[in-house]
DNA sequence: GCAGATCGTGAGGTACGCTAAGGATGTGTC
DNA sequence: GACACATCCTTAGCGTACCTCACGATCTGC
């Protein structure tokens, strides 16, 4: 049931593009972060792990750039991560202040096997849907991530 | 710079869709969020008004359903919508122990005006794509709330 | 009536962002 | 060399948003 609108409303007669993407994306991240596995790693730990496993070493502030979050943010991340043994902090060799972080073997098994365990019910929703389908998300997470990246 | 792959390792040459979408989506989510306008209603509040806005009214329970949220989670915002003077809950006509939800006139003219505002950003970066990644963007748009609804 | 199911709510906990402020290190200027 | 200033990371504190668990009120079947 929709409420019916004005008849002068005519610029706009249904939920512009942007409501329409932002519902969704919310809804999905909801749904996402609600997939808990038995291992305490969450949705966050597992976005900025799998950015150092794509780009390699970082230092925080670059991490925290890439995925968009404040310095701060990126400094609990990271000391979950290291907590578990994913990633290891060394010093930057010529910059006292840096740090560099990298992702270790250990947290490199983990990208490749327990993430996939994790995204086991997007798969499976993924799965449901036709090849035409899964290609119009692929590119849309390509332009969603230009849109929102950097 | 990504780390080299093992030669057996062909059948995942490169991300895998749902890595890419749950990147893409986490990281649109976050920046929507961190679009603060000077109105004190949040995201989440202006998500399950919209969908009050086009279901019509609701109980709690379905509203939650719909949302994709526990019904506790959805007793706050209720309960800001209402503080608000966006939605007003009146009693069941039948069963005594639910309530019904309704968009108010105040709520509707929300709706349409403040939270078009408040997607000013995305809108700006929507306008900046073309044609064709708009339409793939709608056409995502459609296949995630369908993922993730219900 | 009364037991059990259902619905909404309250309480408490965790995750995850932010801003503000502090401490350590680098850098430019005199 | 010493000082002022910038930069980087971190700590502290706050707010939002979700969850689970538990409770009271109400409906339903016997």
Known sequence: MRYAKDVSDVEEPEPSLAS?????????????RAQRTDSSVTLTQISALSCLYNWGPL????????????PPS???VIAALEEHGFVTR???????RQAIVEVTDEGRR???AE???????LDQRLAA???????????AAEIIDR???Q
């Open 20 to 32: 329409r993407l932002r519902l969704a994306v919310v809804r999905l991240n909801r749904r996402l």
């Open 59 to 70: 230092t925080p502030g670059e991490l925290a750039a890439k995925e968009g979050v404040q």
């Open 74 to 76: 990126m400094t609990r």
């Open 90 to 96: 060394r010093p930057h060799p010529t910059d006292g």
């Open 110 to 112: 983990f990208v490749r």
């Open 115 to 121: 993430v996939c365990a994790r995204e086991r019910w």
């Open 129 to 139: 849907l036709d090849t035409e389908e899964r290609a119009v998300l692929t590119r």
């Open 147 to 149: 849109m929102a990246g």
